[in-house]
């Protein structure tokens, strides 16, 4: 049984490797998670933006939790942030059914953005922005959660990645 995305596509370990990518498991997560704190630290400018990006997005969370009420469909379209399956990270005992961060996260992001940090994006004390701190607005908020988020706010960067990996090393037979 062909387990490992190398083996399944008949890619070598190493161009994996060279590419900058795992060879994931196409059976299970693997027990790793996309860190915002890693592309704020970057040394690619790339990554650098990317963060930013979602820093920007946290503040017109932020500024939309500053109005009364949000129709349940913004709600669900804004702050909600499902399981990116397709990436095979995260914590699962068996296959890739992860939670993701739903309506109840963000019926609470929603409530308590605006006043718990309220000058988000403008800190004066660290050197910028973080999304980890989206960890203190709810009980059993942690890493894969937050990467959840990251994957979220990233698919389009991680779709490019994706389809520029396969359009260079990947057979036709394979796509």
Known sequence: MK????????????????????????????????????????????????????????RFLKDKSDQDLIDVGLLRAWFCFP????????????????RGLGMDFARTLNKNLHIIFKNFGDENITKGSHLEKLCLIKEGVGRDNISDFTTNLIKDFLLN?????????LSKNNL
């Not at 995305?5 to 790793?32: M, R």
């Not at 399981?83 to 992860?98: D, F, H, I, T």
């Open 83 to 98: 399981e990116v399956k397709q990436n095979w990270l995260g914590y699962s005992k068996a296959g890739n059914e992860g």
């Open 161 to 169: 990645y994706t389809q520029n990996f396969t359009r260079k090393y």
């Open 3 to 58: 387990m490992n995305f190398s083996e399944y596509f008949d890619v070598e370990k190493k161009i994996l490797e060279d590419y900058g990518t795992l060879d994931v498991s196409l059976i299970n997560d693997l027990p790793l998670f996309i860190d915002p704190f890693q592309l704020f630290h970057s040394r690619k400018e790339e990554y650098q933006t990317l963060h930013k990006n979602i820093i920007e997005y946290v």
